[in-house]
Structures are given as C-alpha cells and as structure tokens.
C-alpha cells in the first residue's frame, strides 16, 4: 500500500502527459492563417469572392464574339459590303502612309503627287517626267503640258516631303531635303492626322450601317436587330485595331 501511494504521483503525471500530447498536436494542425482577411470564419464565402473577382477580370478582358452569316441577314443589310467599305478605310490608309511618309526623298515618291489644274486633277506623273539628276537633285520636266508647270511647283510645295521646287522654263528643280529629327516628328504628326481621318471614314460608314439596320425592324425581331448592330461595331473594332497597328509601325519606322 505505502508502495502504490509512492508511485501514484508518478503515474498520474504520465497520464496527463499522454492525455495532452494529441489535444497539443491537434492544435498545431488546425492552425492556418486566413485564406480571405475578414472573412475567415466562413470559408464558403471567401470561395465565391475568389470565384467572382476572377470571373470579372475574364469577363472584362474578353467580351463574347458574334459571328453572324451574311446569307442570314442579306434581307437586312449586306454584311460583306459593309465589310468591302471597312476595309477599303484601312486601304486608303496604307495608300496615305506610302505616298506621303516617305523619310526619304525619291523620284518615286513624287509619282502620287496630286496637281490641281483647270482641265481637273492629275498624278505628277501623267503631267511630267520624273528623273533623278543626282542624290540630291529631282528633276521634273514638264514639256508635255508646260501649263501646268505652275500648278505642279504649287503641289510640291504643299506635300509633307518638306520640298523647295525651283522652276527653271519647263523644268521643276527638286532638291533632296536633308533627313532631320525635326522632319521625322513632322511627319509623324502627319501619319497621326491620316489614322484620324481614317478612323473618322470608319465611323461614317459604321453609323450609315447600323441606320440601315435599324430601318429593316419590321418583319425582324428586335433580337436578330440588336445582334447585326454588334456584328457592325465589331466588325468597325477590328478595323480600328488595325489602324493603330498601322500607325504604331509607321511611327517606329519614321522615328528610326
């Protein structure tokens, strides 16, 4: 008896040790710090704040595409001749960029040149001859139609090219103007103006587009209406896009 009250202490130190060690271990586990700050104590809502947030952000980041056949809505408007005069924007364009940004100056790039006369409006070309003297001299002889020779001294010396014609009797004198930074940022604004005229040409026939649409609502429902309307602005989104794309490159190009 005096043996087991000597050891009692013993074995019930023993017993709370091991009757603690789990609860402690247990503890330790369960411990995490909070997915979601305020709202930790209810996990399910923190999931569906994560789930919606990310669900924005891809919604945001991409809108759904339509893709509308032509054949089904030709009694409505002509999708592809919409199409034709959208593209033919983005080709008036690049026309612009070639014939009026060229850092350079070559005999070529006088060919497009428009001259106003009494008898209409003609290319440089068709007016006169275009040679190069040397590297820094254009020659532009006008006796074919020596009338004229006014009228194309005026439109060399309205161009963005930055030109100073002389006259000399029928021939135009073109020095080759020196390349500058100044000349580069000119030009750069240039390209800017024709992507806004470019842009304001889209604009038109995009609004001229949805008009039509709109007028063809009887014997439509307002569904299949709604649904050409957002096939038009996106089909005049990614015209827009290519201008700016147009645009970025020529920039880069100018500004070496």
Do not use: W
Request: proline content about 5%.
């Amino acid at each position: 008896m005096a043996l087991n009250h000597l050891l009692r202490p013993f074995l019930c130190q023993s017993l709370v040790r091991h009757v603690r060690s789990p609860v402690v271990v247990a503890s330790r586990v369960s411990v995490r710090p909070p997915l979601c700050p305020g709202v930790a104590r209810h996990p399910a809502a923190c999931a569906r704040l994560y789930a919606t947030k990310k669900a924005k952000a891809k919604a945001k980041g991409q809108s759904a595409k339509v893709n509308i056949s032509s054949a089904l809505v030709e009694d409505i408007i002509s999708l592809d001749e919409v199409n034709e005069d959208m593209t033919a924007v983005l080709s008036a364009l690049k026309d612009d960029f070639t014939r009026n940004l060229s850092i350079r100056t070559s005999p070529g790039a006088l060919d497009h040149i428009v001259v106003t006369t009494q008898d209409g409006k003609f290319p440089l070309n068709q007016l006169g001859q275009i040679s190069m003297k040397s590297p820094q001299l254009i020659m532009v002889n006008m006796s074919s139609f020596p009338e004229a020779t006014a009228a194309a001294t005026r439109a060399l010396r309205e161009t963005s090219m930055n030109l100073n014609p002389e006259v000399d009797g029928t021939i135009i004198k073109v020095p080759v103007p020196k390349v500058t930074r100044e000349h580069r940022e000119n030009l750069v604004k240039l390209a800017k103006q024709f992507s806004n005229k470019a842009k304001d040409s889209l604009r038109k026939v995009r609004s001229n587009a949805v008009t039509q649409a709109k007028k063809a609502k009887e014997g439509h429902s307002e569904d299949t209406i709604r649904l050409v309307e957002k096939q038009i602005q996106q089909m005049s989104d990614d015209i827009a896009a290519d201008i700016d794309k147009q645009l970025a490159a020529k920039t880069k190009e100018l500004l070496g």
